[in-house]
C-alpha cells in the first residue's frame, strides 16, 4: 500500500509528463514546469522567505545558519547552501554532488577561505570561484587534486592557462613590471 505522499509524487510526475502544471493540472507553459499562475505564486513565496531571512539574518534556504549576504543582496545563504549550488553546477546531482560538496568545503577550510594564487580573503557570492589547475578542456577533470579557490579576477584572468603555465606568466609579468 502507498502512502499519500508517494501517490502525490506519482500524480504529480504524469502531470509534468503531460506537459501539465503538477501543482494545480493546467497547461503548463512551453518550456516550464509549472502553469504561469503557480510560478508566480512560487516566485512570491520565495521573495518572502528571503526577506524574512534578510530581517533575521539567517539563511533563506536551511533557515538554521547566518548566511552570508547573497551577490544581489536580496538575501542571505549560508556557506553550505551556497557550496551546494556550486557543487550542483559542477559535479551534477546525487551522489557525485554530496561527494563534490564534501571536497569542496574541504578545499574550502585547507585554503582558509583565501584564493590560492592571491591570498585574498574569498567572499561568498561577490569573489569567490572554483579553479580547475588543468582545465576541463585540456582534460582535466573534478577531482579533488585539480580544483582550488580563487578569486573571480584571478579565474577570468587565468582563462585555459595550466596552474604551471599561469604561474610562470605570473612571473614574466611581476620581473617586467619591476
Known sequence: MSTNAE???KRRRRLRANGLCPVCGALSAPGRVHCALCA???????????ARSLADGACWKCRKAKGHKTANGAAYECLR???NVVAAAWFGRGDDRRAGLDVLAWLWETQLGRCAYTGAILIPFVNASLDHKRPRCKGGGTEEGNLQ???KDVNMLKGHL??????DLCRIVA???A
Open 81 to 83: 547552501c551556497w557550496m
Open 162 to 167: 595550466e596552474h604551471d603555465d599561469f604561474v
Open 7 to 9: 501517490r502525490v509524487a
Open 40 to 50: 508566480q505564486k512560487r516566485y512570491i513565496e520565495v521573495d518572502q522567505r528571503k
Open 175 to 177: 620581473e617586467r613590471a
Open 149 to 151: 579557490w580563487v578569486t
